[in-house]
């Protein structure tokens, strides 16, 4: 049986194809009719080129086309300079490898703390003006080279389920203050014992995010957490959704967010074994706590104010002032599938200062602080502080 093996087929720059050209010229000019055949049959194989169209170039005055001159040919590159690149890499790898329509939204951010070395104003305006497809051309070679799931500690609170409702879309999501709520352990691989909790939460309107730690995660020890988050919030919670975990569904946070104030809030809990109900502070638990303090076990309780140390200083100011977010706005099914609309990139301080919602005593308030901080210098504290946390882990 007859088996044809196809050619395998090189790829060349125009340059290479003009030099070939160039060397094969005079032999084909030269040469017979069969040599003629020959050398266009070879050269349309290499360069894949058309047959008219090479003899075109064999007879045409290829010595007045230089290399230079090729390799000039097409659209002026405008972001070329090294330095683009350079300062690009460097904010888009602390600012733990965003995509590019956040990383664009990052730059006008970042960029006027930037001090790593001096920036013309040129470069500055190239960044500022940098588009995400530009981003993700120029980033596509470093995203190849920079590139454990933990234990679930829910136990279902059972008593209080049928006084709390399940959450279905009751909520104005575009007003400030209605906040979804979790508990991450930092457990490693074994929940025996007792070991540090980080309660997490994020206001579904902003984005908003307030971290607190405890040590285990008993009933007070969350209401504890939940009260010191709401004095820290430049707004008043109106409402509050769980899962299903005992720390949420008993009495003493009940009482605290019912009983003890004028206004209650309302409080609505997702369906059990259905995390994508509370999938805005699920999102959170990954891209704010594991990306940074990883999956190992926390089983020293000094850690708690260290932790919270952290969380209300630089971890705070880090998320809500300088960490972009695309917000989903619409999702719409068309057939067999959905169709997902999200708005641009804003900082949750981005969000608030844009609501109505928010008095200007407050918004106020949250300019003078932003106008105080320098990212690159809370990420750098930081950055100190998580590597002293996780060298106490690690010595255990």
Same mark, same amino acid.
């Given at each position: 049986?007859?088996?044809?093996?196809?050619?395998?087929?090189?790829?060349?720059?125009? !340059?290479?194809?003009?030099?070939?050209? +160039?060397?094969?010229?005079?032999?084909?000019?030269?040469?017979?009719?069969?040599?003629?055949?020959?050398?266009?049959?070879?050269?349309?194989?290499?360069?894949?080129?058309?047959?008219?169209?090479?003899?075109?170039?064999?007879?045409?005055?290829?010595?007045?086309?230089?290399?230079?001159?090729?390799?000039?040919?097409?659209?002026?590159?405008?972001?070329?300079?090294?330095?683009?690149?350079?300062?690009?890499?460097?904010?888009?790898?602390?600012?733990?490898?965003?995509?590019?329509?956040?990383?664009?939204?990052?730059?006008?951010?970042?960029?006027?703390?930037?001090?790593?070395?001096?920036?013309?104003?040129?470069?500055?305006? +190239?960044?500022?003006?940098?588009?995400?497809?530009?981003?993700?051309?120029?980033?596509?070679?470093?995203?190849?080279?920079?590139? @454990?799931?933990?234990?679930? !500690?829910?136990?279902?609170?059972?008593?209080?389920? %049928?006084?709390?409702?399940?959450?279905?879309?009751?909520?104005?999501?575009?007003?400030?203050?209605?906040?979804?709520?979790?508990?991450?352990?930092?457990?490693?691989?074994?929940?025996?014992?007792?070991?540090?909790?980080?309660?997490?939460?994020?206001?579904?309107?902003?984005?908003?995010?307030?971290?607190?730690?405890?040590?285990?995660?008993?009933?007070?020890?969350?209401?504890?957490?939940?009260?010191?988050?709401?004095?820290?919030?430049?707004?008043?919670?109106?409402?509050?959704?769980?899962?299903?975990?005992?720390?949420?569904?008993?009495?003493?946070?009940?009482?605290?967010?019912?009983?003890?104030? @004028?206004?209650?809030?309302?409080?609505?809990?997702?369906?059990?074994?259905?995390?994508?109900?509370?999938?805005?502070?699920?999102?959170?638990?990954?891209?704010?706590?594991?990306?940074?303090?990883?999956? +190992?076990?926390?089983?020293?309780?000094?850690?708690?104010?260290?932790?919270?140390?952290?969380?209300?200083?630089?971890?705070?100011?880090?998320?809500?002032?300088?960490?972009?977010?695309? @917000?989903?706005?619409?999702?719409?099914?068309?057939?067999?599938?959905?169709?997902?609309?999200?708005?641009?990139?804003? !900082?949750?301080?981005?969000?608030?200062?844009?609501?109505?919602?928010?008095?200007?005593?407050? %918004?106020?308030?949250?300019?003078?602080?932003?106008?105080?901080?320098?990212?690159?210098?809370? +990420?750098?504290?930081?950055?100190? %502080?998580?590597?002293?946390?996780?060298?106490?882990?690690?010595?255990?």
């Amino acid at each position: 049986m007859h088996v044809t093996i196809p050619e395998r087929k090189v790829f060349m720059s125009t !340059t290479t194809k003009y030099e070939l050209l +160039q060397a094969l010229r005079k032999k084909y000019l030269t040469g017979s009719r069969l040599i003629k055949k020959l050398i266009l049959d070879e050269f349309c194989s290499i360069c894949t080129y058309n047959r008219s169209y090479a003899i075109r170039l064999f007879h045409s005055d290829v010595s007045d086309k230089s290399i230079e001159n090729l390799s000039r040919r097409g659209r002026k590159k405008i972001y070329d300079d090294p330095l683009v690149m350079d300062v690009l890499k460097d904010i888009w790898v602390r600012t733990n490898l965003p995509c590019s329509k956040r990383l664009k939204a990052l730059l006008p951010l970042w960029l006027p703390y930037y001090d790593k070395r001096p920036i013309p104003q040129q470069i500055r305006n +190239q960044l500022r003006s940098i588009s995400p497809a530009t981003i993700d051309r120029l980033m596509k070679p470093q995203r190849k080279r920079f590139g @454990k799931l933990g234990l679930s !500690t829910t136990k279902p609170g059972s008593l209080l389920k %049928k006084q709390i409702p399940i959450k279905t879309s009751q909520w104005d999501e575009t007003i400030p203050g209605f906040m979804e709520t979790d508990t991450l352990a930092h457990c490693g691989t074994s929940v025996a014992g007792m070991f540090v909790y980080t309660v997490n939460t994020v206001d579904i309107a902003s984005q908003w995010t307030e971290q607190r730690a405890t040590w285990g995660k008993g009933e007070k020890n969350i209401v504890q957490a939940i009260q010191d988050i709401e004095s820290a919030l430049p707004f008043t919670i109106k409402g509050f959704d769980c899962d299903n975990g005992s720390e949420f569904l008993n009495y003493h946070l009940i009482r605290y967010l019912t009983h003890q104030r @004028k206004k209650p809030v309302k409080i609505t809990r997702s369906r059990s074994y259905q995390k994508n109900d509370n999938a805005h502070i699920e999102n959170k638990n990954w891209t704010h706590i594991r990306q940074y303090l990883g999956y +190992q076990r926390f089983e020293d309780p000094k850690l708690v104010p260290m932790l919270n140390d952290l969380y209300t200083s630089e971890w705070n100011c880090y998320f809500n002032f300088f960490y972009p977010s695309m @917000k989903l706005v619409e999702k719409q099914r068309i057939g067999s599938k959905i169709k997902k609309r999200y708005d641009g990139p804003k !900082t949750p301080y981005q969000r608030l200062m844009e609501s109505e919602h928010i008095t200007v005593q407050t %918004k106020k308030k949250l300019q003078r602080q932003f106008e105080s901080l320098n990212p690159f210098e809370i +990420q750098q504290r930081m950055y100190a %502080k998580i590597k002293t946390i996780i060298n106490i882990v690690s010595q255990k």
